[in-house]
Nanobody, 128 residues
Framework: QVQLVESGGGSVQAGGSLRLSCAAS????????MGWFRQAPGKEREGVAG????????YYADSVKGRFTISQANAKTTLYLEMNNLEPQDTAMYYC?????????????????????WGQGTQVTVSS
């Protein structure tokens, strides 16, 4: 059973930074893709960044390119999202997700339906 637990959310002012973490367990490391998604009130869940476990292949939403960085810990059991130069429109609940690699090829890394497992979310609030 795959389990994902996010942490690191909080409240910051515009221009600030946060690092989100996702502790993952219960999956075969080399067979998955992992991603960060966010959902603001009244809006659909959207992909922020995705990565194939065990690789450096990443995809980013256009809205966060150059500001956010997705990475994996050396032990490959923790996923990170480094968020810099945060903007008020980045305010949302952020979710970590994992999916079977064959279901999230290419741009599907940013598609919520490609993922099977989800964490409980961590809130990020950016004030102007």
């Amino acid at each position: 059973q795959v389990q994902l637990v996010e942490s690191g959310g909080g409240s910051v002012q515009a221009g600030g930074s946060l690092r989100l973490s996702c502790a993952a367990s219960g999956y075969t490391y080399s067979s998955y893709c992992m991603g960060w998604f966010r959902q603001a009130p009244g809006k659909e869940r959207e992909g922020v960044a995705g990565i194939y476990t065990g690789s450096n292949i990443t995809y980013y939403a256009d809205s966060v390119k150059g500001r956010f960085t997705i990475s994996q810990a050396n032990a490959k059991t923790t996923l990170y999202l480094e968020m810099n130069n945060l903007e008020p429109q980045d305010t949302a609940m952020y979710y970590c997700a994992a999916g079977v690699r064959s279901s999230c090829l290419g741009r599907a890394l940013l598609v919520p339906m490609a993922y099977n497992y989800w964490g409980q979310g961590t809130q990020v609030t950016v004030s102007s």
